[in-house]
């Protein structure tokens, strides 16, 4: 019974492509310019690679600790 009541929730709304997958290209992105940045340049680009890489990271920390348990009703 509460597995039916899960797939509900999960059916209700209808979310869009970019919703979805808009975070994950952006930190993608994010990511392969601070590698790139990184390996070709020296000096600012050192800098700023480590600090796009750290930034991707940390979003991703963030959104693992922000996040609710299965079970956690409002």
């Known amino acids: ?9 999960l059916m209700r709304g209808s979310f869009s ?6 975070a994950p290209l952006a930190l993608a992105a994010l990511s ?3 590698l ?3 390996l070709l340049a020296d000096g ?4 700023l690679g480590a600090g796009l890489l750290g930034a991707s ?6 959104a693992r600790l922000r996040r609710r348990p299965v079970g956690h009703r409002r």
């Open 1 to 9: 019974m509460a597995d039916q009541e899960a797939a509900r929730g």
């Open 17 to 22: 492509l970019a919703a979805i997958f808009g």
């Open 32 to 34: 392969l310019i601070g």
């Open 36 to 38: 790139v940045g990184a």
């Open 44 to 47: 600012l680009w050192d800098g």
């Open 57 to 62: 990271l940390a979003t991703i920390v963030w």
